[in-house]
């Protein structure tokens, strides 16, 4: 508004020619020289302005690549969870079916453990029987070898059956496992003596004490 103020105070100067043109070429250098102050201060406004988009240019693009960037780590974040809850589901069913086989084998050792067992106490009771008895035909067929026991097993007929019984169904328990054992010797005559009779017998009791130790 004052430099147009000016100008018209110029251009009614001139229209009136009441004010000399010294005067009139005064003001109007005067007039350019604001004019170009005003000039200069809008070239400097400009460069400001110019200089200041350009820095905003430059951080709106350093912010859309920070934007860019954090979307992509997020995309990969989200991926990277969505895989370790896979792999975390997949370690669980693992981790069950690997309780369910050790539970299944610590019952199946238990097991064969419990018939481990059995199997020791039923051969050394076995063992014992067989020893008992052949100390018993000692006694009557071979005298030398009889050893007197401390204290002997009932003499009555339901323990002669019982273990009669038990011999022979621990013989037949062996003989379908290792093969039946060889036949006996044959002999020249009908007659036996009660040494070769009660041989026989003790060779077949050590054949099972000895299957009954493998």
């Known amino acids: 508004a004052p430099r147009r103020a000016r100008l018209d105070f110029i251009a009614l100067a001139l229209r009136g020619k009441k ?81 369910a086989t050790v539970a299944e084998a610590t019952q199946q050792r238990k097991k064969e453990n419990a018939e481990f067992k059995s199997l020791m106490a039923e051969n050394s009771a076995a063992k014992e029987l067989i020893v008992f008895a052949k100390n018993r035909l000692n006694k009557f067929y071979n005298t030398r070898l009889h050893k007197t026991p401390e204290s002997e097993l009932p ?39 009660k040494t070769q009779e009660s041989g026989g017998g003790i060779a077949m009791m050590d054949l099972l004490f000895k299957g009954l130790g493998k």
Not at 36 to 58: G, T
């Open 19 to 99: 004010v000399g043109l010294d005067k009139v070429s005064h003001l109007v250098d005067k007039l350019v020289g604001v004019l170009r102050k005003e000039q200069s201060a809008d070239d400097e406004k400009k460069r400001y302005c110019e200089k200041e988009l350009d820095i905003n240019d430059d951080k709106q693009k350093q912010t859309n690549r920070a934007i860019s960037d954090l979307e992509t780590v997020l995309a990969e974040g989200k991926e990277s969870v969505a895989s370790l809850t896979n792999g975390v589901k997949a370690l669980k069913d693992s981790i069950v079916a690997l309780d």
């Open 155 to 193: 003499d009555s007929a339901e323990a002669s059956a019982s273990d009669t019984e038990a011999l022979v169904q621990l013989s037949a328990a062996r003989s379908s496992s290792a093969g039946a054992p060889p036949p006996p010797p044959e002999v020249s005559g009908a007659y036996m003596s």
